[in-house]
């Protein structure tokens, strides 16, 4: 069965900075893409980033390049979202996510998720 579990949200400064945390289960990061997601409130769900299973290159979307980090630790199976230079717009509900293979990274597309965890930014 496929688990994954965030902590590490909570309430922050503008320009301020938070690390998300991810442990997962049931498969490995060598079989599937692992990445998160982030939903705010009234706006669709967006991927923040993602990485390959096939290659281990990371995608990053534009509005986080540079600013947030996407790391993973095979042995503890843990995935690290590290959130940088944070705005209020970055204000969402951020979430673990895993896709069987299949699909590219940058799709927005997981077949899993966990059940996210709140980061709100002030201004």
């Known amino acids: 069965e496929v688990q994954l579990m965030e902590s590490g949200g909570g309430l922050v400064q503008a320009g301020g900075s938070l690390r998300l945390s991810c442990v997962f289960s049931g498969f490995t990061s060598d079989d599937y893409d692992i990445g998160w997601i982030r939903q705010a409130p009234g706006k669709g769900r967006e991927e923040v980033s993602c990485?390959?299973?096939?290659?281990?290159?990371?995608f990053t979307p534009d509005f986080a390049s540079g600013r947030f980090i996407t790391s993973r630790d095979n042995t503890k199976k843990m995935v690290y979202l590290q959130m940088n230079s944070l705005k209020p717009e970055d204000t969402a509900v951020y979430y673990c996510?895993?896709?069987?293979?299949?699909?590219?990274?940058?799709?927005?597309?997981?077949?899993?998720r966990g059940q996210g965890t709140q980061v709100t930014v002030s201004s």
């Open positions: 996510a895993a896709d069987a293979p299949g699909r590219d990274c940058g799709m927005g597309l997981y077949d899993f």
């Open positions: 990485i390959s299973s096939a290659d281990g290159r990371v």
